[in-house]
Antibody, heavy 122, light 112 residues
């Protein structure tokens, strides 16, 4: 059974940093690209960042480019999101999501975690 | 950079058919696959349509997807509406050249 479990969320002051993790199990992690998608309270889904199976292709939303860094450790079956210079507008539930197609960076998301909540506030 | 525009909300009665549109602002809707995700309150999204018109296993055939190049839009059609279909629905596509994923703003479906 595929499982994606996010962690690392919490309350953080504006301008500070936070690192999110996503622990994956139930599939061959290093065969699939992974993405982060967020959802602000009461708002829609917003793609944040994605990384290919071998970290060779990475993309970011304009809203986080230069502040967030996505990475993965295939040996640990884990996905990460380093978030720096956090702003109030980064407050959201952050989901990690697995793509469906083997080795493809852009493919539909077939599994999602339950999310980890990040609140940026003084 | 293109955007995907959805109606904010739609409503229909049980047993009826509803269609939710998703219009691409620039570039051809056919140039990248469109997916549709269902999100019930308090839950993570799940896929109801992928690659324009494919249904994942377990999704009833009451759900169907299509694209229309003339209107540059994709559509999700749900027939035989059930109260359990009440949820938010998001379309999603790709911007391959800029290596990004694009979501529509979401449509709240009310079944009443």
């Amino acid at each position: 059974e595929v499982q994606l479990v996010e962690s690392g969320g919490g309350l953080v002051q504006p301008g500070r940093s936070l690192r999110l993790s996503c622990a994956a199990s139930g599939f061959t992690f290093d065969d699939y690209a992974m993405h982060w998608v967020r959802q602000a309270p009461g708002k829609g889904l917003e793609w944040v960042s994605g990384i290919s199976w071998n970290s060779g292709s990475i993309g970011y939303a304009d809203s986080v480019k230069g502040r967030f860094t996505i990475s993965r450790d295939n040996a640990k079956n884990s996905l990460y999101l380093q978030m720096n210079s956090l702003r109030a507008e980064d407050t959201a539930l952050y989901y990690c999501a697995k793509v469906s197609r083997f080795l493809e960076w852009l493919s539909w998301f077939d599994y999602w975690g339950q999310g980890t909540l990040v609140t940026v506030s003084s | 950079n293109f955007m995907l525009t959805q109606p904010h909300s739609v409503s229909e009665s049980p047993g009826k058919t509803v269609t939710i549109s998703c219009t691409r602002s620039s570039g051809s809707i056919a140039s990248n696959y469109v997916q549709w995700y269902q999100q019930r309150p308090g839950s993570a999204p799940t896929t109801v349509i992928y690659e324009d018109n494919q249904r994942p296993s377990g999704v009833p055939d009451r759900f169907s997807g299509s694209i229309d190049s003339s209107s540059n839009s994709a559509s999700l059609t749900i027939s035989g509406l059930k109260t359990e279909d009440e949820a938010d629905y998001y379309c999603q596509s790709y911007d391959s050249s800029n290596r990004r994923v694009v979501f529509g703003g979401g449509t709240k479906l009310t079944v009443l």
